[in-house]
Nanobody, 122 residues
Framework: QVQLVESGGGLVQAGGSLRLSCAAS????????MGWYRQAPGKQRELVAS???????NYLDSVKGRFTISRDNAKNTVYLQMNNLQPEDTAVYYC????????????????WGQGTQVTVSS
């Protein structure tokens, strides 16, 4: 099994910064895709940023220029640096990864973190 553990959420004033981390552990053979989603109350979950094993990145238009996704393959960890946070960024943030396990490297599984709350006050 694989577990994703997130950290770094919290309460910040508008214009402030936070850095989210998500570390994967378990029977990992390889990780291709890593991403961050968010879900605000009453809204659908949306993709915020993603990064592939080739370090190709993709961002939600509203966070471009403010958020940066990165990964540390040696640590099986993905980060989301969030700068100039705004109240509309308030949401629960979830990390996700597509993983091949040692036991069954021919199969790709998608795993999710438990979510971390980000609250931005105006």
């Amino acid at each position: 099994q694989v577990q994703l553990v997130e950290s770094g959420g919290g309460l910040v004033q508008a214009g402030g910064s936070l850095r989210l981390s998500c570390a994967a552990s378990g029977s990992i053979f390889s990780i291709n895709y890593m991403g961050w989603y968010r879900q605000a109350p009453g809204k659908q979950r949306e993709l915020v940023a993603s990064i592939t094993s080739a370090s190709s990145t993709n961002y939600l238009d509203s966070v471009k220029g403010r958020f940066t996704i990165s990964r540390d393959n040696a640590k099986n960890t993905v980060y989301l640096q969030m700068n100039n946070l705004q109240p509309e960024d308030t949401a629960v943030y979830y990390c996700t990864m597509t993983v091949k396990t040692i036991v069954a490297p021919q199969i790709t599984y998608q795993y999710w973190g438990q979510g971390t709350q980000v609250t931005v006050s105006s």
